[in-house]
Nanobody
Framework: QLQLVESGGGLVQPGGSLRLSCAAS????????VGWFRQVPGKEREGVSC????????NYSDSAKGRFTISRDNAKNTVYLQSNSLKPEDIAIYYC???????????????????WGQGTQVTVSS
């Protein structure tokens, strides 16, 4: 069974950058489209980005577009989210999720994804 573990979160100043990692085990990630979501208390989990199985197609939310870049290294069984120009509005727990048997990105809805990591906290503060 696929397991996902996020890392790379932490505290950065406004305008700073973080690279989040999603490391998979138990199965090869090449069978999965992978998405990043984020959640703050009291709000629904929000889709941030997604990457297709081959990495040939990517999707971004309006908030992430132009600042975040998703990538994958199937040889390392890892997906990344490079997060630049971070704002206080980006504060959230960030989760990666995998959609089995989906070559291209599904809609950014939680029910489209089969496996989830435990999340990594991103904090943006002066």
């Amino acid at each position: 069974q696929l397991q996902l573990v996020e890392s790379g979160g932490g505290l950065v100043q406004p305008g700073g950058s973080l690279r989040l990692s999603c490391a998979a085990s138990g199965d090869t990630l090449e069978h999965y489209a992978v998405g990043w979501f984020r959640q703050v208390p009291g709000k629904e989990r929000e889709g941030v980005s997604c990457i297709s199985t081959s990495g040939g197609s990517t999707n971004y939310s309006d908030s992430a577009k132009g600042r975040f870049t998703i990538s994958r290294d199937n040889a390392k069984n890892t997906v990344y989210l490079q997060s630049n120009s971070l704002k206080p509005e980006d504060i959230a727990i960030y989760y990666c999720a995998a959609a089995f048997g989906t070559p291209y990105c599904p809609p950014p809805r939680t029910y489209e994804y089969d496996y989830w990591g435990q999340g990594t906290q991103v904090t943006v503060s002066s």
